[in-house]
């Protein structure tokens, strides 16, 4: 294999990975959980062509369950975990992987569901 084929293949390899890596954030930085007075709403976007929405009243909720990981979690910026939600009768359950602080967000959620 000469040196010039060597050095095309790796350039292409290296653009396809960082295309990935790319897309890969872009669908990350899309994923939104927005909390208002009245109820929760998380979107998903596994695929960039495809936006999944769920919904769930702050008055149904029944339970919210927190898991952070490794030791890492103890500092503020690789402060990252799994939150669920889960709402009356199990029909809506809200799931959100890597969030940041969940700790801070369950809280935020308690504190709104307080003040109904």
């Not at 208002?36 to 769930?56: C, D, G, H, L």
């Not at 889960?86 to 967000?105: H, K, L, N």
């Amino acid at each position: 294999m000469s040196g010039t084929a060597f050095l095309l293949s790796a350039f292409v390899i290296t653009f396809l990975f960082l295309i990935v890596l790319v897309y890969d954030g872009f669908l990350y930085w899309l994923d939104r959980l927005v909390i208002t007075n009245y109820r929760i709403v998380y979107i998903n976007w596994p695929f960039f062509s495809m936006k999944n929405e769920f919904e769930a009243e702050i008055a149904d909720i029944q339970d919210i369950e927190t898991r952070e990981q490794g030791i890492f979690s103890y500092f503020r910026i690789f402060d990252f975990g799994l939150f669920e939600v889960q709402t009356a009768a199990s029909r809506v359950t809200i799931t959100f992987r890597d969030a940041p602080d969940p700790e801070g967000i369950k809280h935020f959620v308690f504190s709104q569901a307080k003040q109904q």
